[in-house]
């Protein structure tokens, strides 16, 4: 499996432009759903993805019940999955199958499956296991400020 430098997740960063981030939350102080609105917030589009709340809104989007119901058009290059481990090998087949855009399957904290890690980068996809886009983002981008705390400030993606 592809190691992930420092160079490689910043690519992924800058050439991403629309995430589906499956098993994200209405709730505000869920990780997934603080990390859905700051991708928003740094010019990412963020398509939202949870079964449980389909047809709803989080963060102004429409929330869809799975990845093969999302449009094509929409252009997913970035599946981010907040779920358990035993759930990611389906998530990213539905991926690879009904996104047609698709470059990076990105896999949250505590997140990690290297049999699907390693269908996926055999499909040619990059693959990131075990860390967070915000936190990586801030980390790369110089957003952290002493100790490890984001400040708050919000600027423009790079």
């Known amino acids: ?27 505000p102080v869920r990780p997934s759903h603080y990390v859905a609105r700051y991708l928003g917030l740094k010019g990412y589009r963020v398509i939202p993805v ?26 997913v290059d970035m599946v981010d999955i907040f779920r358990r481990p035993d759930a990611v090998p389906a998530i990213v087949d539905e991926a690879m199958t009904h996104l047609p855009r698709l470059r990076t399957i990105w896999m949250q904290i505590g997140v990690e499956h290297p049999e699907a890690a390693r269908k996926a ?16 983002y801030q980390r790369l981008f110089g957003e952290l400020r002493m100790g490890g705390f984001a400040t708050g400030v919000i600027s423009s993606r790079l």
């Open 121 to 136: 980068e055999a499909a040619g996809l990059s693959v990131v296991q075990n860390r967070c886009p915000k936190i990586e």
């Open 1 to 27: 499996m592809t190691a992930c430098s420092d160079e490689y997740l910043k690519d992924i960063l800058r050439t991403t432009r629309v995430v589906a981030v499956v098993g994200v939350s209405p709730n």
């Open 50 to 75: 949870n079964p449980g709340h389909a047809g709803q809104t989080i963060l102004g989007q429409t929330v869809y019940p799975d990845l093969a119901s999302i449009p094509d058009e929409a252009g």
